[in-house]
């Protein structure tokens, strides 16, 4: 079955520092997508950032970069200049067949201390 | 542009009780799905629908149930609610995945059953 794990169950971090949550998967997919999702206390989940496995660059929107190393299975989230507005759950997920079924990873918690 | 709409957004059953969650996209698009998310988990798929008359199931399906009779909505029942169905819910959709692969969310229903 395919799996996303996420090793930290809590992050902290420095308001205007940067910060790397990190995930891994495991599919027998070769095409496939993966994304991160940010999840405020409202449980609205927000698109931060997505990448397709057949592309090599690291997908960047803003502050939010990826570090995608596709044989090792690993897509970590940096996000660079952190701000308050940025504590939040935030959830790995991974593709799952051929009509976009999302496995998620069960989160990791990011707080911004001042 | 009303993207995803859930209804309710806040329910609270009595163990036995059956109710309808109510999910309805106005983008035109082919797949949806529903998910659970548990307290300190990320989200589980429930059923999914690649399109109009087509339904699967997903990884948590006992207990629930959906149809799709038109391309806008996806409704899931839940028959005989238990505690264990408390959760919040999200509908989400999107169109194939030559169309970009962008899905959204709706806002989540919370529901409880006591």
């Known amino acids: 079955a395919q799996t996303v794990t996420q090793s930290q169950p809590e992050m902290s971090v420095q308001e205007a520092e940067t910060v790397t949550l990190s995930c891994t998967y495991d599919?027998?997919?070769?095409?496939?997508?993966l994304f991160w999702y940010k999840q405020p206390p409202s449980r609205q989940m927000i698109l931060v950032i997505r990448?397709?496995?057949?592309?090599?660059q690291n997908a960047t929107e803003n502050r939010f970069s990826v570090n995608f190393q596709k044989a090792a299975k690993s897509f970590s989230l940096k996000i660079s200049d952190s701000q308050l507005g940025d504590a939040a759950m935030y959830f790995c997920?991974?593709?799952?067949?051929?009509?976009?079924?999302?496995?998620f990873g069960k989160g990791t918690k990011l707080t911004v201390n001042p | 542009n009303a993207g995803v709409t859930q209804t309710p957004k806040f329910r609270i059953l009595k163990i036995g009780q059956s109710m309808t969650l109510q999910c309805t996209q106005d983008?035109?698009?082919?797949?949806m799905y529903w998910y659970r998310q548990d307290p300190g988990m990320g989200l589980k798929l429930i059923y999914y629908?690649?399109?109009?008359?087509?339904?699967d199931k997903g990884e948590v399906p006992n207990g629930y149930n959906v149809s799709r009779s038109t391309t806008e909505d996806f409704p899931l029942r839940l028959e005989l609610a238990a505690p264990s169905q408390t959760s919040v819910y999200f509908c989400?959709?999107?169109?194939?995945?030559?169309?970009?692969?962008?899905?959204?969310f709706g806002e989540g229903s919370w529901l409880t059953v006591v």
């Open positions: 989400a959709s999107t169109r194939q995945r030559s169309s970009g692969n962008t899905i959204y």
């Open positions: 599919t027998s997919e070769s095409d496939y997508y």
């Open positions: 990448q397709e496995a057949y592309k090599q």
């Open positions: 997920a991974c593709t799952q067949g051929g009509s976009e079924k999302l496995v």
């Open positions: 983008m035109n698009h082919n797949y």
């Open positions: 629908s690649v399109g109009a008359g087509i339904t």
